[in-house]
């Protein structure tokens, strides 16, 4: 459930991820808007809070930070 807080505080964001051909696009499930696109090859995507966990088809997963874009780690 998304959680709105006004007066300068902190907002909820809730988000989906989709896997596309070439790339994932991320969605605020609150607005149905595409918050970002990010390319590349992949088998799998979780969204986790603020970050979106993306299996690539060598068994690796690349953690990147949904607001920014950048990537955090590949483990």
Same mark, same amino acid.
């Given at each position: 459930?998304?959680?709105?807080?006004?007066?300068?505080?902190?907002?909820?964001?809730?988000?989906?991820?989709?896997?596309?051909?070439?790339?994932?696009?991320?969605?605020?499930?609150?607005?149905?808007?595409?918050?970002?696109?990010?390319?590349?090859?992949?088998?799998?995507? %979780?969204?986790?809070?603020?970050?979106?966990?993306?299996?690539?088809?060598?068994?690796?997963?690349?953690?990147?930070? %949904?607001?920014?874009?950048?990537?955090?780690?590949?483990?």
């Amino acid at each position: 459930m998304d959680e709105t807080h006004c007066g300068g505080h902190n907002e909820v964001m809730s988000y989906a991820v989709k896997i596309e051909r070439s790339s994932i696009r991320i969605v605020n499930t609150a607005t149905g808007s595409t918050v970002r696109t990010i390319g590349g090859t992949f088998t799998a995507a %979780i969204v986790q809070g603020e970050e979106v966990h993306l299996t690539q088809p060598n068994g690796r997963i690349r953690v990147v930070n %949904i607001r920014t874009g950048s990537t955090i780690r590949t483990i």
